[in-house]
């Protein structure tokens, strides 16, 4: 990837993802670190947080896109 694509890519708005600092949510931690993301195109901004309920309330109020949470949420429908 060229460096004006990283420019571009980096001035995007990002994809804010919210992660408890829990072994799950290495590969996020991992990627991010290691510049994956911006390989693939794609601007992430974690963000460590404290619970999943300040997570989930976050995501409601659109502060967070998502989460790094593997598993099944318990409420998804």
Avoid at 7 to 35: S, T
């Amino acid at each position: 990837m060229s460096h004006v694509e990283t420019n571009i890519i980096q001035n995007a708005a990002p994809v804010r993802i919210g992660f408890i600092p829990l072994i799950d949510c290495a590969p996020f931690v991992i990627a991010h670190e290691k510049g994956f993301f911006l390989d693939e195109g794609v601007n992430v901004e974690l963000s460590k947080e404290a619970s999943w309920a300040s997570i989930r309330d976050k995501v409601a109020f659109n502060l967070l896109d998502g989460d790094s949470y593997v598993g099944v949420h318990a409420d998804c429908g």
